[in-house]
């Protein structure tokens, strides 16, 4: 059974930084790339960034520069790192993944994480 588990969400200000983490088990992870979405409060979900297997990187406009995703396949966790926060960056983050490639549509991801809130506060 495929699972992962986000943690590292919380409350920042704005201006601040955040590093999340998703653990994920019961796949190979290093065959995988790994998504991260995101949705505000009222909002659909939409893409944030991903890494592929070859650590080839893929970010939204709206985070470029700002956020970073890295994985690690020695301990099967893919990470995104968050700085300059604003207000917009509030919402739930989700880590994904059942992709052999980058992709930024949702129908591309079969296994989903639970989530982690990220609150910034101006």
């Known amino acids: 059974q495929v699972q992962l588990v986000e943690s590292g969400g919380g409350l920042v200000q704005a201006g601040g930084s955040l590093r999340l983490s998703c653990a994920v088990s019961?796949?190979?992870?290093?065959?995988?790339?790994m998504g991260w979405f995101r949705q505000a409060p009222g909002k659909e979900r939409e893409f944030v960034g991903t890494?592929?297997?070859?650590?080839?990187?893929l970010y939204a406009d709206s985070v470029k520069g700002r956020f970073t995703i890295s994985r690690d396949n020695a301990w099967n966790t893919a990470y995104l790192q968050m700085n300059s926060l604003k207000d917009d960056d509030t919402g739930v983050y989700y880590c994904?993944?059942?992709?052999?490639?980058?992709?930024?549509?949702?129908?591309?991801?079969?296994?989903w994480g639970q989530g982690t809130q990220v609150t910034v506060s101006s």
């Open positions: 994904a993944t059942g992709t052999t490639r980058n992709s930024v549509y949702e129908r591309d991801y079969d296994y």
């Open positions: 019961g796949r190979t992870f290093s065959r995988y790339a």
């Open positions: 890494i592929s297997w070859t650590r080839y990187t």
